[in-house]
């Protein structure tokens, strides 16, 4: 299963999934790493021998103009299974038009709880006990996809936003590996999400 994995950030589930596809017997590899930005765990890519691109989405003149160039890249890397994984952009319709139901997005909330880009600040705002991670089937809405896997995670007291995404982290990137791996195997049809 080829994978192309995008991020913006520091690429921890990224590290994960390079280090699980590091075993033979691991039915996917990350082919390329995108990001939109000069992201930190680009490092993780450059460390594996992982080619990967930057489409700076400063240097494009709209969402679209961008998209455009992403679905470019995207295209040269023929991936079976496009991550979404700390990608903090709304991917433009022409990419999920392109590649969806096999793109897939990490999301540190147990959707429909908490969807968008500061899922870990809202629930802990919300004074909620328990919160989670999710790994859903990107659609064109934000963080409404359909949800392949998810976990409940416990809000400590005296979490901070810090505290509580890392004890969310490792979940999402369990949840991950293990939902690749039911995409390469068969398991989970994302055609059926079509
Ligand atoms: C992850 O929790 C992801 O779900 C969220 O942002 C975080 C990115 O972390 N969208 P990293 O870049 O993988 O370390």
Redesign the pocket.
């Known amino acids: 299963l080829r994978v192309v994995v995008l ?1 913006s ?6 590290r994960a999934l390079l280090e699980a596809a590091q075993d033979a017997e691991f039915p996917a590899r990350v082919v390329a790493v995108g990001a939109d930005r000069q992201a930190d ?1 680009l490092a993780h890519a450059e460390l594996f021998g992982i080619p990967s691109f930057v489409v700076p989405y400063s240097s494009f003149a709209s969402r679209e103009a961008w998209g455009e160039e992403l679905l470019n890249r995207l295209r040269e890397w023929q991936p079976d299974l496009v991550i979404l ?2 990608l ?1 952009k709304l991917l433009p319709h022409q990419v999920v038009a392109e590649y969806s139901p096999r793109i897939i997005n ?3 909330a147990y959707l429909p709880e908490f969807p968008g880009a500061h899922g870990v600040r809202d629930a802990l705002a919300a004074g909620a006990e328990q919160t989670g991670a999710s790994i859903i089937v990107v659609d064109d809405g934000v963080d409404e996809g359909p949800i392949l896997a998810q976990r409940r995670v416990p809000i400590e007291p005296g979490d901070t936003e810090t505290s509580l ?1 890392e004890r ?2 490792p979940v ?1 990137r369990e949840l991950l590996i293990q939902t690749v791996l039911d995409i390469a195997n068969q398991t989970i049809h994302l055609e059926e999400y079509r």
């Open positions: 991020i950030g520091g690429g921890s589930n990224l765990g994984s700390g903090m990490t999301h540190p995404h969310i982290k999402e």
